[in-house]
């Protein structure tokens, strides 16, 4: 059974960091599109991120790039986010997901709100 569990969300401060992470289970890791997608108040869904496995290239959504990095660790089953600069419209509830062909899984989320 796939699992992806996410955490690290929270309050910050506008300029502050946050480290998401979202730990897997239950699938060959290593070989999933590991991606962050995100959704803010009234808003749709929308790509943050991805990376893939096990080279790990990148691609981020221009409204974050030069600000947040993914990463995975394999061995530990876990993709990071790594938020910096952040900024109120970055306020949503993150998502992890895990695709690979028509294999989709998503975690339930983490909210991250960025407010003084």
């Known amino acids: 059974q796939v699992q992806l569990v996410e955490s690290g969300g929270g309050l910050v401060q506008p300029g502050g960091s946050l480290r998401l992470s979202c730990a897997a289970s239950?699938?060959?890791?290593?070989?999933?599109?590991m991606s962050w997608y995100r959704q803010g108040p009234g808003k749709e869904r929308e790509f943050v991120a991805f990376?893939?496995?096990?080279?790990?290239?990148?691609n981020y959504a221009a409204s974050v790039k030069g600000r947040f990095t993914i990463s995975r660790d394999d061995a530990k089953n876990t993709v990071y986010l790594q938020m910096n600069t952040l900024k109120p419209e970055d306020t949503a509830v993150y998502y992890c997901?895990?695709?690979?062909?028509?294999?989709?899984?998503w975690g339930q989320g983490t909210q991250v709100t960025v407010s003084q």
């Open positions: 997901n895990a695709r690979r062909g028509s294999d989709d899984n």
């Open positions: 239950g699938f060959t890791f290593s070989s999933y599109l």
């Open positions: 990376i893939a496995g096990p080279a790990g290239s990148t």
